[in-house]
């Protein structure tokens, strides 16, 4: 099961921390990424984090986003700054498939959870 948690309204320039608990799932020997939707587009991929703690942004949020992870909480995280309207979406969280990291982050699992909206506006 993935629970992402932490979103909300936001100005631009603020900052939020999601948080995304994991349970029923091996969790610290994989890699894990954070993606987003926003409305009428697909779903993209946002970061990622091996199991070692090596993490990769994408272009779009590079220097201002932080994925981070605590093994002993099965849970990751992603610290947004500098926010902009452009990053609001619903935020989800999913391991990454075996082979496809530094390529196309591929999520793991087919069920994705609930999410969590982020809304960047004044």
């Known amino acids: 099961q993935l629970q992402a948690s932490g979103g909300g309204l936001v100005q631009p320039g603020g900052s939020l921390r999601l948080s995304c608990a994991t349970s029923?799932?091996?969790?610290?020997?994989?890699?894990w990424g954070w993606y987003r939707q926003a409305p009428g587009k697909q779903r993209e991929w946002v970061a990622a984090i091996t199991s070692g703690g090596s993490a990769n942004l994408a272009d779009s949020v590079k220097g201002r986003f932080t994925i981070s992870r605590v093994n002993p909480k099965n849970t990751v995280y992603l610290q947004m700054n500098s926010l902009k309207p452009e990053d609001t979406a619903v935020y989800f969280c999913?391991?990454?498939?075996?082979?496809?990291?530094?390529?196309?982050?591929?999520?793991?699992?087919?069920?994705w959870g609930q999410g969590t909206l982020v809304t960047v506006s004044s």
């Open positions: 999913n391991a990454i498939r075996p082979g496809t990291y530094y390529k196309h982050y591929e999520p793991l699992f087919g069920s």
């Open positions: 029923g799932i091996i969790f610290s020997n994989r890699a």
